[in-house]
């Protein structure tokens, strides 16, 4: 859980995606500790289909996330439109 925005990573040159946890969780321990197993996950992935997690930073005391940015439709926007073809699968397997 956590807001994602668009970034540039200014040493690289490059658009990245930030993902940080909402104020409200930013000082719970059990979602810091969450968040922090989140990017040790993501850190042992390598799949075309997860992005790729550039590094866990911290600025103001609050952690973040610094992820390839993929471009497309979010989620929500793809949900707007109703159920597709694309989620049948993804339906079928969480079942």
């Known amino acids: ?11 690289l040159s490059r ?14 321990a059990e979602r810091l500790a969450r968040f922090e197993r989140e990017a040790k996950l993501l850190a042992s992935l390598n799949h075309p289909n997860i992005a790729s997690i550039y590094g866990l930073e911290q600025a103001d005391g609050r952690p973040f ?12 926007d793809r949900l707007k439109k109703g159920r597709s073809r694309w989620m049948k699968p993804s339906i079928s397997a969480a079942r």
């Not at 807001?3 to 200014?10: G, K, N």
């Not at 658009?15 to 719970?28: G, N, S, T």
């Open 1 to 11: 859980m956590g807001r994602v925005y668009r970034a540039e990573d200014t040493t």
């Open 15 to 28: 658009q990245v995606a930030i993902k940080v946890l909402p104020d409200e969780f930013a000082h719970d």
């Open 65 to 76: 996330l610094v992820l390839e940015l993929v471009e497309g439709q979010t989620l929500a």
